[in-house]
């Protein structure tokens, strides 16, 4: 959910749409898009501790790979998300 998407609440969400179109290397996307996530899970769901987030632009598909692993407070196992997004 993108920042402003929310009628109610302008704050919930992330800017990680807005770092996709930026002209950044993948070590800055990927540190980019870590601190964003973190911010966003910090505010709206400190019950998640997050663990590595990884970036990996794929120019043959013309697609962004954001993994991002995770643990949830009282849950025994952690998982990973994996997104992909076309641009």
Known sequence: TMKGERP???????????LLFEQLYDEDLSKAAHKSIKASIRNWMPFVTLGDVSVTTQTD???ILI???????GWDADDTLNITVKV
């Open 8 to 18: 109610m609440q302008p704050e919930f969400g992330s800017d990680l749409y807005f």
């Open 61 to 63: 598909t013309s697609s």
């Open 67 to 73: 993994e991002v692993s995770y643990s949830v407070q």
